[in-house]
């Protein structure tokens, strides 16, 4: 077994979009894999669309927790569970590009000075694709201040590389992936990013519902522990710190339309 893909779901509101992401993991031309698909205490009503979805290929694993513990816990286990030499991140709600598995496995096994590998990605909405998520090729300390270098679920791990694993402490909810990325770069980890997108990133209106004020404080608190263990903290970036309080100032429609003129600009692919 050459991957694991890890997911974490809970009562999915679109059950339609849960069996496009599986089946985006199901048609990739890289056969080598499986999937660690958990359900993360969902309620009667949304377990049956995840049992669904498992069912799929029967390279996809379905497990099950009895209580919601939030995506961390839900990732942890998945990877208790893996068997994969790499271990590849994905959401319930994003497409994954046929060749994404082929061109991350080529990398990792032809570049063994990184420890992971990401890519750019394709952002859509019900009304299709709408613009490109650009990250940093070589990601350094200073790439984390305006947000995570890494889009979370483009990412391919060496299964060492993760280390202890996800936190799972109440203060990093929702902020896991940006609080691990730190943390392995602080560690001297090295990741990569693809400039070529990978996959279709679902960014519409309502994830901005998912942004509360709990999460953005919870984030500013991140930032400030973050920035100051990657000697990046001084005055000159503190506002960085202080960001998320400033976004949850502008409602979540009004953020979307910044954010299609912002990244909405002509793109080839």
Not at 58 to 74: D, T
Request: overall charge positive; charged content about 25%.
């Amino acid at each position: 077994m050459e991957i694991s893909v890890i997911m974490g779901v809970y009562n999915p509101a679109r059950p339609e979009h849960l069996i496009q992401a599986v089946q985006s993991i199901v048609r990739q031309s890289f056969p080598h894999w499986e999937m660690l698909l958990y359900d993360d205490g969902s309620g009667p009503n949304y377990a049956g669309a995840i049992q669904a979805a498992a069912k799929l290929d029967s390279r996809i694993r379905y497990l099950r927790g009895e209580e919601n513990r939030g995506l961390a816990h839900a990732l942890n286990r998945c990877i208790a569970h893996a068997r994969g030499k790499y271990l590849a991140r994905m959401d319930a709600d994003d497409i994954a590009w046929p060749e994404r598995f082929a061109r991350q496995h080529q990398f990792l096994e032809t570049h063994p000075q990184y420890q992971w590998v990401g890519s750019t990605a394709r952002l859509m909405d019900e009304s299709g694709i709408w613009g490109l998520e650009t990250v940093a090729e070589i990601p350094e300390a200073r790439d984390f201040l305006s947000h995570s270098p890494y889009i979370h679920p483009t990412v391919l791990f060496r299964r060492g590389a993760l280390g202890e694993g996800y936190r799972e402490e109440g203060r990093f909810r929702l902020c896991e992936d940006y609080e691990l990325f730190m943390r392995l770069h602080q560690q001297g980890g090295l990741g990569y990013n693809l400039q070529t997108p990978l996959l279709d990133y679902r960014q519409d209106a309502g994830a901005y519902k998912k942004r509360t004020l709990g999460r953005r404080l919870r984030e500013t608190g991140l930032r400030y522990q973050g920035f100051r263990a990657l000697g990046i903290l001084r005055p000159g970036t503190f506002p960085y710190v202080l960001k998320p309080l400033a976004v949850a100032a502008i409602p979540g429609p009004i953020q979307h339309v910044i954010a299609q003129r912002r990244k909405g600009k002509p793109w080839i692919g």
